[in-house]
């Protein structure tokens, strides 16, 4: 819903530029499919409405695996990570000759893993990186880090997060400290929290059957607990946004 000036003063304010990085995934019979898209979604649109943010749409087909159950009959769509590598490097490298430096891509699905990181967000993590090197290889030629004296402030600009590697980030939703005060679970109390908090309509207890051990404690859910949460998740994705 941008019109092109505003893409403009956006590129030249380096307005961060975000994205839901989502799957859709069987979350028990009290959850809709889409929770680890919507709830970062929902925050996205939150802080919009407060701050200059580029809401790029959400992604939705990533690797959801079916770990958790199979697709038949209840709606989980697993997409392989070399697929998404693929695309990936595609949106990146249309996203980065727009002109765009401040591209961040917050994700939920297996977040926990993000130190080891899991098939959905490493296959958009590694185009990320594979994307800037072509683009600065195909702009200023092979040898453009080694042989420019301009790049003497690499180790500078690394420690300070304004190198040409930081042009596009793929972080998790919830910090390591926001996953500390609420660890993250499948459909259980925490997950279900969250999204009374960020899509309470995605939630219906009333569909609630005890049938999986993972969601065991979904009746536990409440909007205090959600609020808590929600004011915390904001706070901190504010002041990563504004680094």
């Given at each position: 819903?941008?019109?092109?000036?505003?893409?403009?003063?956006a590129?030249?304010?380096?307005?961060?530029?975000?994205?839901?990085?989502?799957?859709?995934?069987?979350?028990?019979?009290?959850?809709?499919?889409?929770?680890?898209?919507?709830?970062?979604?929902?925050?996205?649109?939150m802080?919009?409405?407060?701050?200059?943010?580029?809401?790029?749409?959400?992604?939705?087909?990533?690797?959801?695996?079916?770990?958790?159950?199979?697709?038949?009959?209840?709606?989980?769509?697993?997409?392989?990570?070399?697929?998404?590598?693929?695309?990936?490097?595609q949106?990146f490298?249309?996203?980065l000759?727009?002109?765009?430096?401040?591209i961040?891509?917050?994700?939920?699905?297996?977040?926990?893993?993000f130190?080891?990181?899991m098939?959905n967000?490493?296959?958009f993590?590694?185009?990320?990186?594979?994307?800037?090197?072509?683009?600065?290889?195909?702009?200023?030629?092979?040898?453009w880090?080694?042989?420019?004296p301009?790049?003497?402030?690499?180790?500078?600009?690394?420690?300070?997060?304004?190198?040409?590697f930081?042009?596009?980030?793929?972080?998790?939703?919830?910090?390591?400290?926001a996953?500390?005060?609420?660890?993250?679970d499948?459909?259980?109390?925490?997950?279900?929290?969250?999204?009374?908090?960020?899509?309470p309509?995605?939630?219906?207890?009333k569909?609630?059957?005890?049938?999986?051990w993972?969601?065991?404690?979904?009746?536990?859910?409440?909007?205090?607990?959600a609020?808590?949460?929600?004011?915390?998740?904001?706070?901190?994705?504010r002041?990563?946004?504004?680094?």
């Amino acid at each position: 819903m941008m019109f092109p000036d505003q893409i403009r003063e956006a590129i030249d304010k380096n307005t961060p530029v975000v994205m839901a990085l989502g799957v859709i995934e069987y979350h028990a019979e009290h959850l809709c499919p889409g929770v680890d898209t919507l709830v970062v979604q929902g925050a996205l649109e939150m802080l919009e409405k407060e701050m200059d943010l580029v809401v790029l749409p959400p992604f939705w087909y990533g690797a959801a695996s079916y770990a958790v159950s199979a697709p038949e009959r209840k709606g989980g769509i697993h997409v392989d990570s070399g697929v998404l590598n693929v695309f990936a490097r595609q949106l990146f490298y249309n996203l980065l000759r727009i002109g765009f430096r401040n591209i961040r891509l917050f994700y939920h699905h297996q977040s926990e893993n993000f130190a080891s990181g899991m098939p959905n967000d490493l296959a958009f993590r590694l185009a990320a990186k594979q994307e800037i090197f072509a683009m600065l290889d195909r702009e200023q030629g092979e040898g453009w880090w080694g042989e420019n004296p301009e790049s003497a402030n690499y180790y500078a600009e690394h420690e300070a997060g304004t190198d040409p590697f930081s042009w596009i980030r793929v972080e998790p939703f919830m910090s390591a400290e926001a996953q500390s005060r609420w660890p993250i679970d499948h459909a259980g109390e925490q997950e279900t929290s969250l999204m009374l908090a960020f899509c309470p309509e995605g939630v219906d207890m009333k569909r609630f059957d005890g049938k999986y051990w993972y969601a065991q404690h979904a009746p536990k859910a409440n909007t205090e607990y959600a609020e808590k949460a929600k004011a915390f998740i904001l706070d901190d994705l504010r002041k990563r946004l504004t680094e």
